[in-house]
């Protein structure tokens, strides 16, 4: 169980369609909430937030994109950047599947997502760091 002290919010309305919550879980692990829609226009600004995550000594990170609404090339690549550079540093990142259709369906497309460690609610996310699953970048196991 979480020590609800160390627990820490910083809300953020990147863009009138994208809503992003930034949430210290535990000491070493950010949570990213995100809501809306993640494109072009979005994922630019919301680069420039994760770019402090990429910095700091974060060593698990969880992208949740379970209230996405939208999903485009733009989206995806940036979360694949963002996967790819913390585990360059041997750092953890597992990401929550999409609800809406229209996400899942861009993420399916695409492929270029294949490999990245998805699980179908956060509360799984720890799981999946004890696992190693959200390390190694095996298709997630834990995903429905």
Same mark, same amino acid.
């Given at each position: 169980?979480?020590? $609800?002290?160390?627990?820490?919010?910083?809300? $953020? +309305?990147?863009?009138?369609? /994208?809503?992003? !919550?930034?949430?210290?879980? *535990?000491?070493?692990? &950010?949570? &990213?909430?995100?809501?809306?829609?993640?494109?072009?226009?979005? $994922?630019? &600004?919301?680069?420039? =937030?994760?770019?402090?995550?990429?910095? *700091?000594?974060?060593? %698990?990170?969880?992208?949740?994109?379970?209230?996405?609404?939208?999903?485009? @090339?733009?989206?995806?690549?940036?979360? &694949?950047?963002?996967? %790819?550079?913390?585990?360059?540093? %041997?750092? #953890?990142?597992?990401?929550?599947?999409? %609800? #809406?259709?229209?996400?899942?369906?861009?993420? !399916?497309?695409? =492929?270029?997502? @294949?490999? /990245? +460690?998805?699980?179908?609610?956060?509360?799984?996310?720890? !799981?999946?760091?004890? #696992?190693? /699953? *959200?390390?190694?970048?095996? +298709? *997630?196991?834990? $995903?429905?």
């Amino acid at each position: 169980m979480k020590d $609800a002290l160390h627990t820490q919010k910083h809300v $953020a +309305p990147l863009h009138f369609r /994208l809503h992003a !919550e930034f949430q210290q879980r *535990a000491i070493g692990t &950010v949570a &990213v909430f995100l809501d809306g829609e993640l494109d072009f226009y979005t $994922a630019r &600004v919301l680069s420039e =937030k994760l770019d402090w995550i990429r910095a *700091a000594r974060i060593k %698990r990170l969880i992208i949740d994109l379970s209230e996405v609404t939208y999903l485009d @090339y733009t989206g995806i690549s940036l979360i &694949v950047y963002t996967y %790819r550079s913390m585990v360059a540093r %041997r750092r #953890s990142v597992v990401c929550v599947q999409p %609800r #809406s259709f229209s996400a899942k369906g861009a993420l !399916e497309k695409t =492929k270029i997502a @294949y490999g /990245l +460690p998805f699980v179908s609610f956060v509360e799984q996310a720890d !799981e999946a760091f004890e #696992s190693g /699953l *959200a390390s190694t970048g095996e +298709p *997630a196991l834990l $995903a429905e």
